[in-house]
């Protein structure tokens, strides 16, 4: 990183790009350039951007499966607390330990319990909710919920050097390029 | 003998030209332009629908259950009745979204929004019902596994509490796939719309979204994830609602059939319901663009089917009550058909048995005042179906002695009535401040969404699909 950069704050260089393929593209490119801290941004999910983008594999599966097994364990041991060990209560005669008649909400909560864990997890690895961002200082960022495909090299990129950058992404077909100020 | 083959290509899923920026503004738009007259009007009548169902409730909560028509021997009525028929239709949009998701049946971007919504409202409608008619309110919190001053649980071997827990694990799941799916579309609001309040308020719906590939990457993961969590809830939750008949010893009821035949019934009238109020948002709208006679005669196609399922389980249970040898399980069949019920019971017939029948007609099924006729047929019918199930059975038990007949009162009817008044109250107030369709989603169906529609120098070109000369082989000729 250049010190002009440090001392004027920049978050980054942004590229716009014309439609999904070119955006495939520029991620390829930056990523063969050996580019770390970068983002692709476009109105919707872009089939093969993750393989162009080299990311790694979502670790939200781990957090979803151990939350199942919280809710699977743990309502298991909630009923078993209530039913057999608080307050034994003989029903006609039925086995306190009644597994079969449990099983629905021990799914029902298990399910629950996986259901949190996918939405709050993939906010959580989404560094979501994060209501101020550098990027929104842009005025032509708007587009990238209607119709915009956008590239973001970060300063923070160990090779970062602005010129070359611009540069570069004006060569892959990058349009609108401007410096983003984190303030 | 000969074969000819031929390619048969999908129609477009989104008709007329419209790429990103047109689909954004479509979609929109609706929520950004001021408030039609029209709305006011629908609005207005939901609130006093809504304000007869609070001072039913009210009432209810004053006098006792008494008011209505329950009695001995018929302890449930219309409020599980309704509840069962509101469960049921919310199960259409769970499987939209997430059965149909699995299966990557793309025509569901077009419906699943707005099916999804009508979810969520037909769940409150339905949780309702059991939440008031248990007499006492105030200690409604029984049902939940919190600590009271009596030191008891509740009893998780009743199919009444799995009930609880079945319903609000639904309407939770229900909610938060919801508004997964909503997040990118309040941020294309935001970043849309002019007024500094409505920036604020939809900005921090959206949280921040951004449409970065690194999130869409996780989000995607989450969403294929909560479709697979919500596929096997779907089909639980209404199973778990049979369960509260079938667990039971009454005659009509102790049948293993009542789980796979619920769910059938269940998707049955959703996808009626989504059809009545898709119909009617589409022209007031002009979205038949994206909601096409194509999704219309898909959703038929399964009404067709669903269906008749429903009336195999109709002609099973009988088989089963004769084959059974058990003379109360035979008794309650024949007078459900011939007794004092019959009324009831051929109107189920006809609606959900012969109607949807037609649909095995291509032009019926792209008929749409049509198809919004047999949508509300089907609904009834519905309605129907559970009222045969729940009074027919309890009001003619086991002894003779003990029969009476079942008749509702003025209560009973305006509180079914009042729940539409909650249900359009939400409905009118999603279409009007949420986007009614995933734009996200409909913009990655269409071919400029595929990078690979495109040539080296970037230019849309999607592949012409070639359809070859059919082959004919020589035993045609001859």
């Known amino acids: 990183m250049s010190k002009s950069t440090v001392e004027n704050n920049m978050y980054g260089v942004l590229a716009e790009f014309r439609n999904p393929k070119e955006l495939v593209d520029a991620a390829k490119m930056i990523n063969q350039n050996g580019y770390k801290k970068f983002d692709t941004f476009s109105p919707f999910p872009i089939h093969g951007i993750d393989k162009a983008m080299n990311l790694p594999k979502s670790k939200l599966g781990w957090i979803v499966i151990s939350h199942g097994l919280i809710g699977l364990i743990g309502s298991f041991a909630m009923i078993y607390f209530m039913m057999v060990a608080d307050y034994p209560l003989n029903i006609s005669g039925k086995t306190l330990l009644n597994i079969p008649a449990w099983i629905p909400v021990i799914f029902e909560l298990t399910v629950l319990l996986s259901a949190f864990g996918a939405v709050f997890g993939m906010f959580f690895l989404n560094g979501l909710p994060k209501f101020n961002h550098p990027l929104f200082n842009s005025d032509n960022f708007a587009k990238v919920t209607d119709d915009g495909f956008f590239v973001c090299i970060e300063a923070a990129d160990p090779q970062f050097d602005a010129d070359k950058v611009q540069s570069m992404l004006k060569d892959a077909g990058g349009t609108n390029i401007e410096e983003i100020y984190d303030n | 003998m000969s074969k000819t083959y031929e390619y048969v290509t999908e129609p477009a899923l989104v008709k007329g030209n419209h790429d990103f920026k047109s689909l954004t503004a479509l979609i929109t738009d609706i929520n950004m332009r001021p408030t039609p007259k029209g709305w006011y009007i629908a609005f207005g009548i939901s609130n006093i629908l809504l304000f007869v169902l609070l001072f039913s409730i009210g009432y209810l909560i004053w006098e006792g259950t008494g008011i209505w028509g329950l009695n001995a021997p018929a302890g449930w009525g219309w409020a599980i009745i309704n509840f069962v028929w509101w469960v049921g239709i919310g199960h259409a949009g769970t499987l939209i979204s997430a059965i149909l998701f699995l299966f ?132 639980s939750v209404h199973t778990i609602v049979s369960f509260d008949f079938a667990v039971s010893l009454i005659p009509g009821w102790h049948t293993t059939i009542f789980p796979p035949y619920f769910v059938a019934g269940a998707v049955f009238s959703g996808f009626a319901m989504v059809l009545t109020l898709m119909i009617i948002v589409r022209k007031i709208y002009g979205l038949e663009e994206i909601m096409t006679l194509d999704h219309i005669e898909k959703m038929n196609i399964i009404i067709m089917v669903t269906g008749s399922m429903v009336g195999f389980a109709y002609l099973m249970e009988f088989f089963i009550a004769w084959y059974s040898g058990v003379e109360y399980e035979k008794a309650i069949f024949i007078l459900r058909a011939t007794g004092p019920y019959a009324w009831a019971y051929w109107i189920m017939i006809t609606c959900n048995v012969i109607s949807p029948q037609v649909f095995w007609s291509k032009k019926l099924r792209r008929n749409v005042a049509f198809t919004f006729f047999i949508s509300i047929v089907v609904n009834i019918g519905m309605w129907f179906e559970r009222f045969v199930i729940a009074v027919t059975s309890l009001s003619t038990d086991f002894l003779p002695s003990s029969w009476g007949y079942y008749s509702p009162t003025f209560w009973d009817v305006i509180t079914y009535v009042g729940t539409f008044g909650l249900f359009f109250t939400f409905f009118l107030l999603f279409l009007r401040f949420l986007p009614m369709v995933a734009v996200a989603e409909i913009k990655a169906v269409i071919p400029q969404a595929d990078p690979h529609n495109y040539d080296e120098n970037g230019e849309f070109n999607p592949p012409k699909v070639e359809i070859p000369e059919p082959i004919k082989d020589s035993a045609q000729k001859g």
């Not at chain 2, 596994?145 to 649980?153: F, H, V």
């Open chain 2, 104 to 235: 990557r049946q793309d025509w569901r971007t077009a419906i699943n929004r707005f099916a999804e919504a009508m979810t969520i409202f037909a769940v409150m409608c339905a949780g309702i019902f059991p939440a008031i008619h248990v007499g006492r309110i105030w200690v409604i919190y029984w049902v939940f596994p919190l600590p009271n001053q009596m030191a008891m649980w509740p009893n998780f071997n009743s199919p009444l509490l799995w009930d609880v827990f079945a319903v609000s694990t639904y309407f939770t799941v229900s909610l938060l796939f919801w508004y997964v799916g909503l997040v990118p579309d309040l941020a294309t609001i935001r970043d849309r719309i002019k007024s500094k309040l409505g920036k604020t308020i939809y900005g921090t719906f959206a949280l921040g979204w951004r449409g970065s590939n690194r999130h869409w990457w996780n989000y995607e993961k989450s969403y294929m994830i909560l479709a697979g969590l919500a596929t096997p809830l779907v089909l």
